[in-house]
T-cell receptor, first 111, second 112 residues
Framework: GENVEQHPSTLSVQEGDSAVIKCTYS??????FPWYKQELGKGPQLIID?????GEKKDQRIAVTLNKTAKHFSLHITETQPEDSAVYFC??????????FGKGTRLHILP | DAGVIQSPRHEVTEMGQEVTLRCKPI?????LFWYRQTMMRGLELLIY????????DSGMPEDRFSAKMPNASFSTLKIQPSEPRDSAVYFC??????????FGSGTQLSVL
C-alpha cells in the first residue's frame, strides 16, 4: 500500500550538534520527496524537497539525501539552533500525485 | 499574499451536530488538499481536488464526511453527524500542481 515510515518519533540533540531524521517509502514509482517543519499552533511549512533524479540537495544548514534503490531518504540539520525545535514531517508522492506524510519527528534542541 | 485561509480557527460542538470547515486557497493554485492531524495517526490525507474536481477521496473516513469545491477560491469539509473521535486539527493546503503544498493554520475541532 501507500506508506511512509519515519524515524525516530522523538529526537533530542545538543545545540550545535547535527540531527538526522530518516524515512522510507513503499512505492518505487514515487518521484518527489518534500520535508515540512511544523511549529506549535501552525500548519506545516515546506523547508526542502528533492526529486528522484537527484541524490542530494543542500540549503544552508539543511540537506536531504535520497537512495532510490533502498527507497529511503533522510533530512540532515547541521549546527542545530534553538529555533530548529519543531515537528518535522517527511512525505512522498504516490499514484495520482497524492502526497502521503510520515508520522513526524519531534525535534528538541537542548541548550 | 494572505496564504491559505481556514475558518473557524477553533470549533467546539456537541456530538451529533453538523460541522462545516472552510478553506480559501492561495489565488492561482489549482490543487487543494484536506488533511486531518492527530497524535496517533499523524497527518492523514482525507481528499484532494485538482481544478475543483475531487481526484481521490479514499482517505475520507466514512460517509459522515463530505467535501466540496464549488469554485477555485473556496472549499468546505463537512461532518454530519459529528462524533467525539472526529476531534482533531483539520488542515487545508493548496498548491500549483501537486508539489510544494502551502498549509493553512488549521481548524482545531473538539466534539464533546
Amino acid at each position: 500500500g501507500e506508506n511512509v515510515e519515519q524515524h525516530p518519533s522523538t529526537l533530542s540533540v545538543q545545540e550545535g550538534d547535527s540531527a538526522v531524521i530518516k524515512c522510507t517509502y513503499s512505492d518505487s514509482a514515487s518521484n518527489y520527496f518534500p520535508w515540512y517543519k511544523q511549529e506549535l499552533g501552525k500548519g506545516p511549512q515546506l523547508i526542502i524537497d528533492i526529486r528522484s533524479n537527484v541524490g542530494e540537495k543542500k540549503d544552508q544548514r539543511i540537506a536531504v539525501t535520497l537512495n532510490k534503490t533502498a527507497k529511503h531518504f533522510s533530512l540532515h540539520i547541521t549546527e542545530t539552533q534553538p529555533e530548529d525545535s519543531a515537528v518535522y514531517f517527511c512525505a512522498a508522492t504516490f499514484r495520482d500525485d497524492k502526497i502521503i506524510f510520515g508520522k513526524g519527528t519531534r525535534l528538541h534542541i537542548l541548550p | 499574499d494572505a496564504g491559505v485561509i481556514q475558518s473557524p480557527r477553533h470549533e467546539v460542538t456537541e456530538m451529533g451536530q453538523e460541522v462545516t470547515l472552510r478553506c480559501k486557497p492561495i489565488s492561482g493554485h489549482n490543487s487543494l488538499f484536506w488533511y486531518r492531524q492527530t497524535m496517533m495517526r499523524g497527518l492523514e490525507l482525507l481528499i484532494y481536488f485538482n481544478n475543483n474536481v475531487p481526484i481521490d477521496d479514499s482517505g475520507m473516513p466514512e460517509d459522515r464526511f463530505s467535501a466540496k469545491m464549488p469554485n477555485a477560491s473556496f472549499s468546505t469539509l463537512k461532518i454530519q453527524p459529528s462524533e467525539p473521535r472526529d476531534s482533531a486539527v483539520y488542515f487545508c493546503a493548496s498548491s500549483l500542481g501537486q508539489e510544494k503544498l502551502f498549509f493553512g493554520s488549521g481548524t482545531q475541532l473538539s466534539v464533546l
